[in-house]
């Protein structure tokens, strides 16, 4: 994935100063928020009210992918810092990873826009549709979507590359393993089929829901109100995350104009679009959420 890239800040960088400033401001916010998931994480599993939960469980999910994708991200730019590259062979497993794991995520908050829908929509068929069981399927579902494309992808770059290509040194991002032009295109132009499908789903769900909104009253409306709010912030999030899908074009036509500002674009995408993308998803379902909030104040008192 292009976040992956991240790494090539560091190495074409000769002001050591600000390549150690932009590492710390990296790795806290990095820290902070793989923190904050895997505290989230402990929530969702010490209550059984939320593992018994759609809407909870499409979340936990979301949390775990995203944690592991930061880490892996993580450790891609830790290797840049340290002037470290790996074979193509080996960078490869680590593309697959990510590749699955950044797919996941606008996959798993498509599930929760149509959940929410559901739930403000239907709301007589809301317990009978999402069920645990049910929920676990789509996540399976998911998984599929998020596994084919890759893996795709992993046997066009088999059958298409050269076998000293597999030995070259290489920083780790997903471009690695595409080799032709052709393949490369492909992947733009599925890559804006999904984002296209999303936001269709998403507009669709959001319609519905304001319409609910004009029909409902008293706490109805409310929950329709949070509802359609849940739903932007959705949005927003949506386009954070595949909005990265575009920044290695942009980066190639402002490294050819100019490297120094190729630097700080690269460095703000990381920040905004794969770190930042992934900090939503606590503030959209965990603080926002009065019940799932107040069990976080619970374990954060040390059960007070």
């Known amino acids: 994935m292009d976040r992956n890239r991240s790494s090539d800040l560091i190495q074409i960088d000769s002001d050591h100063r600000g390549v150690r400033m932009r590492m ?29 939960n759609a809407r909870y469980i499409l979340f936990a999910h979301t ?25 193509v062979g080996r960078c490869v497993v680590l593309c697959i ?3 699955i794991t950044a797919k996941n995520t606008p996959y798993t908050i498509t599930a929760m826009c149509l959940e929410r829908y559901v739930a ?20 399976a579902v998911v998984w599929a979507f998020s596994s084919v494309r890759v893996i795709v992808d992993l046997i066009i770059f088999t059958a298409l590359a ?16 595409l080799v032709t032009e052709w393949h490369n295109l492909m992947y733009v132009i599925f890559n804006q089929m999904d984002f296209g499908i ?22 109805n409306k409310q929950s329709v109100s949070k509802g359609r709010r849940t739903l932007l912030f ?50 959209i379902y965990g603080l926002r959420d009065k019940k799932f909030c107040l069990a976080l104040k619970y374990y954060m008192s040390c059960k007070v």
């Open 198 to 219: 999303i936001m269709v789903i998403i507009l669709f769900c959001y319609t519905k829901i304001m319409l609910a909104a004009q029909t409902a009253s008293g706490e």
């Open 234 to 283: 959705h949005g927003l999030q949506l386009i954070l995350c595949m909005a990265e899908l575009w920044g290695p074009y942009i980066s190639a036509v402002v490294l050819e104009q100019s490297p120094h500002l190729y630097l700080h674009i690269r460095f703000f995408s990381f920040v905004a679009f794969t770190i930042v993308s992934r900090a939503l998803s606590p503030l």
């Open 24 to 52: 710390a401001i990296v790795q806290v916010l990095v820290c902070f928020f793989i923190y904050i998931d895997i505290f989230m994480l402990f929530t969702f599993f010490s209550k059984q009210a939320f593992r018994g």
């Open 162 to 177: 050269p076998p000293e290509y597999f030995a070259k040194p290489t920083s780790c991002y997903y471009q690695v393993m």
């Open 97 to 99: 990873l990510m590749g």
């Open 120 to 139: 403000i929509c239907m709301p007589l068929r809301h317990a009978s549709i999402s069920t645990t069981g049910r929920t676990m399927a789509v996540i």
């Open 63 to 87: 949390l775990l992918m995203d944690t592991i994708l930061l880490i892996l991200t993580d450790l891609v730019v830790l290797l840049g810092y340290s002037y470290v590259v790996l074979p």
